[in-house]
């Protein structure tokens, strides 16, 4: 038997004599004890570190998928969407994202690019539909252009086959994000000074740049130039609107990206005392005139 004391508990009360009342305190004290055998102490410990490990260990969802979401829909044919800007290779087509479908595949070919190297983790699958659904509302939030930035999602999808209907989620293969932006003031590349409150942004079309990020492509259709033509889509959508430096972000220890932004023409951007080298990141631009 084990004995557990509990705070003594004082209640305070109120009396008044005569006509001229006085009050006076008196304390009335209750000092309870309760006892409890070992077997039930044990009992109770037990539920309770079930009950913390269960909330703590299992991932919250805090942004559904929107329910208007139909995962049956058809891709959409080349007449429905009428897009000029497009460029065509092999089987496949890249283009810009139009419907919410190929922006929630977009952000799954994220999330499984973001945990294919961890399978075995437990509730990996979790996790990556809680990455899928926060970077889907983020793709929502950047078309919202948010500090003057015009921002873009390139799809690559597969070209209409005659007698073959694909949905949305089978066709898209490969996706990647690009934006215009403009330098801070003193900056002669993005993240060679440490962004504040209180930076200004030189908005000339001196300063203006592209910035590629989130590229990826589907396991089942790599090696098949996929992510070199929605780069080279990138370039060409920069030519059309008269900016000329494209950068993008690398991990050191990405050799194969490295490899391909070179291929294509990126060179790497020397930064001395940068951030980014703290962050283990490479910073590459792609050559165009004296741009970079």
Same mark, same amino acid.
């Given at each position: ?12 009360? @109120? ?7 006085? +009050? ?15 077997? %039930? ?8 570190? %079930? $009950? ?83 970077? *889907? ?9 948010? +500090?003057?930035?015009?921002?873009? /999602? ?23 994000? @690009? ?9 002669? *590349? ?7 409150? @209180? ?16 590229? /990826? ?7 098949? %130039? ?31 990206? $490295? ?6 023409? @990126? ?26």
């Amino acid at each position: 038997m084990s004995t557990v004391s509990v705070y003594r508990t004082e209640f305070l009360t @109120f009396s008044s004599h005569g006509s001229n009342p006085r +009050h006076k305190l008196q304390r009335l004290s209750l000092s309870p004890t309760v006892k409890m055998d070992s077997k %039930s102490f044990e009992k109770v410990k037990k539920e309770e570190l %079930s $009950i913390q490990l269960h909330t703590s260990s299992i991932p919250q969802i805090e942004n559904p998928r929107p329910s208007n979401l139909r995962f049956d829909r058809l891709q959409p044919s080349e007449q429905e969407l009428d897009q000029d800007q497009r460029l065509e290779f092999g089987r496949f087509v890249a283009r810009e994202a139009v419907l919410d479908e190929e922006f929630w595949t977009a952000a799954w070919l994220r999330a499984e690019t973001h945990w294919e190297d961890r399978p075995g983790e437990r509730y990996v699958d979790s996790f990556k539909r809680q990455f899928a659904e926060q970077e *889907f509302n983020a793709i929502k939030r950047r078309y919202s252009g948010q +500090h003057g930035r015009t921002y873009t /999602c390139v799809v690559t999808v597969r070209k209409e086959e005659r007698n073959i209907k694909r949905t949305v989620l089978k066709s898209v293969v490969g996706t990647l994000d @690009f934006s215009f932006r403009h330098l801070l003031h003193g900056e002669s *590349f993005p993240g060679e000074r440490e962004k504040h409150m @209180f930076c200004g942004i030189s908005r000339t079309n001196l300063n203006k740049y592209v910035y590629v990020s989130n590229l /990826c492509v589907a396991k089942s259709a790599r090696r098949q %130039s996929i992510a070199s033509n929605m780069l080279y889509f990138v370039i060409e959508s920069a030519r059309l609107k008269g900016v000329e430096p494209v950068y993008v972000h690398v991990h050191r220890d990405n050799e194969p990206a $490295i490899e391909l932004y070179e291929k294509i023409g @990126f060179e790497m951007i020397e930064m001395a005392n940068s951030q980014l080298l703290k962050q283990q990141m490479y910073l590459l631009c792609f050559k165009t005139k004296n741009s970079c």
